[in-house]
């Protein structure tokens, strides 16, 4: 029952503490019977707890820190459009850009102290809505929280190699699953049913 209700934690609800705490439950009872037969299946649980102990298996620590690595280095993120080298712009527009200076509409930047500061706020809210739905393991939450913060980007920092870097590392972790993933997951239920069958 205790090995059934961990993998239900795990399948269903993403639980990793409850699976942890379900194992536990099993292997104190498997403690107590000595019977040698029961051997392999106590050393299957041991190789399956420690597998759900490790770091990689829980997909939402590892989102949980590329988050705040991506929230870390946008301050860092040049605040204006880098200049070009005039030789690599056409003829006419070194001329038109004494006089004029030519802005993409379609991504409309925000420049008013008043309006970044609201801008930076709102990306803010995204990112802790997005950790909020990680804590929940609500993969559709998750991806609309990444997606708002992404939309914020482009019109917070000027476009550069590294805001594109970031919104490629946004969207790297938006199509990145939450379930939990451990390849020797329920190998002791069904060592203990094929035990019981025979």
Same mark, same amino acid.
């Given at each position: 029952?205790?090995?059934?209700?961990?993998?239900?934690?795990?399948?269903?609800?993403?639980?990793?503490d409850g699976a942890r705490r379900a194992y536990a439950l099993a292997a104190?009872?498997?403690?107590?019977?000595?019977?040698?037969?029961?051997?392999?299946?106590?050393?299957? !649980?041991?190789?399956?707890? +420690?597998?759900? #102990?490790?770091?990689?298996?829980?997909?939402? %620590?590892?989102? @949980? $820190?590329? =988050?705040?690595?991506?929230?870390?280095?946008?301050?860092? !993120?040049?605040?204006?459009? +880098?200049?070009? #080298?005039?030789?690599?712009?056409?003829?006419? %527009?070194?001329? @038109? $850009?004494? =006089?004029?200076?030519?802005?993409?509409?379609?991504?409309?930047?925000?420049?008013?102290?008043?309006d970044r500061a609201a801008g930076l706020d709102a990306l803010s809210i995204e990112f802790t809505l997005a950790r909020a739905a990680l804590e929940r393991r609500d993969a559709t939450a998750w991806r609309s929280a990444l997606a708002r913060a992404d939309a914020?980007?482009?019109?917070?920092?000027?476009?550069s190699p590294a805001l594109r870097n970031q919104r490629a590392a946004l969207t790297a972790l938006r199509a990145q699953s939450l379930a939990i993933a451990s390849p020797v997951s329920g190998t002791t239920l069904v060592q203990l049913r094929s035990m019981r069958a025979r």
């Open positions: 029952m205790l090995l059934g209700m961990a993998q239900q934690r795990l399948q269903l609800a993403s639980d990793l104190n009872l498997l403690d107590g019977v000595d019977d040698p037969a029961y051997l392999s299946l106590k050393q299957t !649980l041991a190789q399956e707890r +420690g597998a759900l #102990d490790e770091k990689a298996v829980d997909p939402a %620590r590892t989102a @949980a $820190s590329k =988050l705040d690595a991506i929230e870390r280095a946008l301050p860092a !993120l040049p605040k204006s459009a +880098g200049e070009r #080298d005039a030789s690599e712009l056409p003829w006419w %527009r070194r001329i @038109a $850009s004494r =006089l004029i200076e030519v802005r993409p509409s379609d991504r409309a930047q925000l420049s008013a102290a008043s914020w980007l482009p019109r917070l920092w000027p476009d």
